[in-house]
């Protein structure tokens, strides 16, 4: 079975900076498109992001580009999420998910099937 367990999350001021980390295991990991979603409080899921299994594809959600940088570390089975120039509107619980099939480019958002427990971020003013 896919465990995901996210790490990372916490309180940061606005403009600050945070990395998400996400373990994974019960998979060949680096098989495997990932991605990183997102849900505000009172607010639906949304993706933020996704990875290639082979990192050489990606997306950004139009409120992120330029701000936040997937990545993924497979000796490790780690995917990462770096964000910088933190915005309230960032305030969510992420969650790290994999795709259901292998060799996956990540384009497709229903594709990820397995997520994980979700860690929370709050950017303060």
């Known amino acids: 079975q896919v465990q995901l367990v996210e790490s990372g999350g916490g309180l940061v001021q606005e403009g600050g900076s945070l990395e998400l980390s996400c373990k994974a295991s019960?998979?060949?990991?680096?098989?495997?498109?990932m991605a990183w979603f997102r849900q505000p409080p009172g607010k639906e899921r949304e993706i933020v992001s996704t990875?290639?299994?082979?990192?050489?594809?990606?997306y950004y959600s139009e409120s992120v580009k330029g701000r936040f940088t997937i990545s993924r570390d497979n000796a490790n089975n780690t995917i990462y999420l770096q964000m910088n120039s933190l915005k309230v509107e960032d305030t969510a619980v992420y969650y790290c998910?994999?795709?259901?099939?292998?060799?996956?480019?990540?384009?497709?958002?229903?594709?990820?099937?397995?997520w994980g427990q979700g860690t929370h971020v709050i950017v303060s003013t």
């Open positions: 998910a994999a795709d259901r099939r292998p060799y996956g480019l990540g384009l497709r958002r229903d594709d990820f099937g397995s």
């Open positions: 019960g998979l060949t990991f680096s098989r495997y498109a």
């Open positions: 990875l290639a299994w082979n990192g050489r594809r990606n």
